[in-house]
């Protein structure tokens, strides 16, 4: 049987007029192969052709849009052909224009004496008007004018081939043969706004006033943003409807020697997150919670204390840390906490697969080995690590991972809880969007007793005076982080600075005090032993690639030095000079950008100016994007085509409350009694899913 014919939504773009398979290979390569594809292509942006500017009244150096008809148009040579100049001059009624491109001597074919022609550009001169490379568009026919002008017309990302008029007309035509048959996925949303999906579409393409274009995509975000929060929530809703937590809160029997012994009395802050934790832990579904708190705030002892109650319980405790570096770091400082207790630890990372400073050995018959805490990387995820009985899963710096990640370490566990860890501040758009589905506890307070952290923003010429600066804290026993953004003069980013070459130049410089080098590339005994020299001040100055950014805790360095910090987003150099921040000792974070354009120099005065974390997170995704804040590992951060998170906190705030009283309709009050709150959501998924029972044991 055949099988029924598709929706035409779904039909190819060639059962448009005037696609054949050229133009289908041309849409192809912007994404393009449906009906649907194309009228879900976001225009860029819109130009108001409603009004278009007479002639004779530009003005130099304003952009414009004008319409006229070519009255001339030829190429001038010269230099043996080998330089062009091609030139057409229009005409509206009120003057004549004069448009010029340099060496595109092949224009000639595309423009014909008696074209109409809307022309958008800078203009340069009015003696006589003229504007060089402005963008143009011919206009054919009574069809294309009601398309093309006297409208806002949409202005579309292109391929090479293909015009903004070509594309436009396709536009019109699949929006006229389907448009209204553009289901509404979500009914909330439809009442809601009051806009259907298909309406939608029509105005985001061809808006018939100001605002329509942007209501249009409220509309469709909001779709993309309902769609992600349902999700969130239904998977919160599975977990707390099917999965059985073990117990973990512990009973402070080695809780109170660990804290007697700290050397310090934690933060009111890291208590109140504490007592989250401890509820959560003891609650009947696994806990799923993410801990943010700015670099310095003390994550680390937090993350220690939530391990004790679990392994006070007979849980074994997986803590996963992003790179081999910190990994070393956190096991050494986990050891010196626990050993005293008689509490195994344990590392697994890729360089050392095999579990050191465990005791426990293979175990008698009969007895229950003592439940571990095992510290690793990414080497946690793979097969050889098999946790009798996982109860909780910690994972620090979470923004390096993957939700992927995240996923495949709680599964080797049934249900374990999960706490995972953040510096990064994340502004709540993004924050609700990646981590929609965990409760949410902060840190918001530094542990009393901090130096103060200056940052200063200097131009590369300043350079000797900066090296003689960190001379003079090396002299007073301090010790400086000198950090470049890459390895090799060789990769591929031209001006840079390269941590192999600057290292010899800063050794001569700095001496007699010792300079030790830490990058990706050395081995992992390598990186440990370079730390350990620089922990124990027998190196005062690490030049380093980034490898420090996150992490790495050596209270008696001060000064932190970042050559081309242009290359660097906000975020980033935040985490960097945290590093810093860990004493009594006043801190310096010198900012050097090579920087020629005042621009870069700019960005980083936000630096200069404050230390909140959020603001400086704000900033980054206004001036760079989500992506930056993400980094690359976050595979699983969902990519919105209409959402923008630099600006749609309120729509997300509406979609989750849209979604939750969906999600109420269907399954009924979720259990508990408690609705998700803000920052509060989650459930299991399939991809969740835990071993099979009778592999892991039930405790308590
Ligand atoms: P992060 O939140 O960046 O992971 P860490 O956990 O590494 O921070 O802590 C930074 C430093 O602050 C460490 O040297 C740690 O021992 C210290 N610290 C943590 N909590 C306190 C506290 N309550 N009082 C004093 N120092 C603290
Ligand atoms: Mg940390």
């Given amino acids: ?107 000639e074919e595309h423009f014909h004496v008696g074209d109409e022609l809307v022309v958008f550009g800078k203009v340069r001169s009015l003696k006589p008007p003229t504007m060089d490379h402005p963008e143009t568009e011919v206009v054919e026919g009574d069809v294309d004018r009601s398309i093309h002008v006297g409208r806002l017309v949409p202005v579309y990302p292109l391929t090479a081939g293909l ?92 809780m109170r020697p660990f804290l007697a012994r700290l050397g310090f009395p934690l933060t ?43 392994l006070e319980s007979g849980g074994d405790v997986a803590f996963m840390a992003p790179t081999e570096v910190l990994a070393a770091q956190q096991f050494e400082r986990f050891r010196a906490w626990f050993a005293p207790l008689g509490i195994p630890v344990a590392l697994r990372t890729g360089g050392r697969k095999t579990a050191e ?32 009985r996982l109860g909780l899963v910690i994972i620090d710096e979470q923004h390096k991972f993957g939700v992927a990640q995240r996923k495949q370490l709680v599964r080797k566990g049934r249900y374990p809880h999960l706490l995972v860890m953040t510096a990064t501040p994340i502004p709540r758009t993004l924050g609700l969007t990646l981590y929609g589905d965990l409760d949410v506890s902060v840190i918001d307070a530094l542990p009393a007793g901090r130096g103060v952290l200056r940052t200063f923003v200097r131009g590369a010429e300043r350079l000797p005076r900066v090296w003689e600066f960190v001379r003079a804290q090396l002299a007073r026993g301090r010790q400086a982080f000198i950090v470049y953004p890459r390895l090799e003069e060789t990769d591929p980013v031209a001006g840079l600075k390269a941590v192999l070459t600057e290292c010899e130049r800063l050794r001569a410089a700095l001496a007699p005090h010792r300079v030790g080098l830490l990058h990706g590339r050395l081995s992992a005994e390598d990186k440990a032993r370079v730390m350990a020299e620089f922990r124990a001040n027998r190196v005062q100055a690490l030049v380093c690639t980034s490898v420090v950014e996150v992490g790495v805790d050596v209270p008696n360095a001060n000064v932190m030095v970042i050559e081309n910090a242009e290359s660097f987003g906000l975020a980033q150099l935040h985490q960097l000079r945290g590093r810093v921040a860990r004493s009594p000792h006043p801190a310096y974070c010198i900012l050097v950008a090579a920087a020629r354009t005042a621009e870069a120099r700019e960005r980083l005065r936000v630096l200069e100016e404050t230390t909140d974390g959020f603001r400086i997170a704000e900033a980054d995704l206004r001036l ?47 259990p508990g009694g408690t609705p998700p709150s803000a920052g509060a959501v989650v459930s299991v998924a399939a991809d969740e899913a835990p071993k099979p029972p009778g592999q892991g044991t039930t405790i308590g």
């Fill in 1 to 107: 049987m055949p099988a029924p014919p598709a929706s035409i939504l779904e039909q190819p773009v060639t059962v448009l007029g005037g696609v054949g398979p050229e133009r289908a290979a041309l849409l192809a390569q912007l994404g393009l192969r449906t009906v649907a594809d194309l009228l879900h292509h976001r225009p860029r942006r819109y130009e108001d052709r409603r009004h278009f500017h007479p002639i004779r009244e530009l003005t130099a150096g304003e952009s414009a849009l004008t319409i006229g008809r070519v009255v001339a148009a030829g190429v001038k040579r010269w230099r043996r052909g080998t330089r062009s100049l091609f030139e057409l001059i229009l005409e509206d009624g009120t003057g004549r224009l004069h448009c010029r491109w340099w060496n595109l001597p092949f224009l």
């Fill in 163 to 254: 015009t903004q008029r070509v594309l436009r007309g396709l536009v019109w035509r699949a929006l006229r043969l389907a448009g209204a048959q553009v289901p509404d996925p979500w009914p909330p949303v439809t009442t809601a706004t009051g806009l259907s999906r298909a309406r939608a579409l029509q105005l985001l393409h061809f808006p018939e006033q100001d605002g329509d274009a942007e209501a249009a995509r409220r509309r469709l975000a909001l779709d993309e943003y309902f769609e992600l929060q349902l999700r969130l929530q239904r998977r919160r809703h599975t977990l707390q409807t099917r999965a059985a937590a073990l117990p973990c809160a512990g009973d402070n029997r080695w």
């Fill in 268 to 310: 009111p802050a890291q208590t109140r997150v504490l007592r989250e934790i401890r509820a959560d832990l003891a609650g009947p579904h696994p806990m799923r919670r993410l801990l943010q708190g700015d670099v310095g705030s003390g994550k680390t002892v937090v993350a220690a204390c939530a391990a004790l109650m679990a």
């Fill in 357 to 388: 400073g465990a005791s426990p050995g293979p175990g008698l018959p009969g007895v229950t080995p003592a439940p571990t805490l095992t510290v690793g990387t990414h080497a946690l995820l793979e097969p050889g690590y098999d946790p009798e």
């Fill in 624 to 670: 760079r994007g989500p992506g930056e804040l993400l980094g690359q590992a976050q595979s699983g951060a969902p990519a919105f085509r209409f959402g923008e998170l630099e600006t749609d906190l309120a729509l997300i705030e509406q979609a989750r409350a849209l979604a939750r009283d969906w999600l109420a309709r269907e399954t009924g009050p979720p």
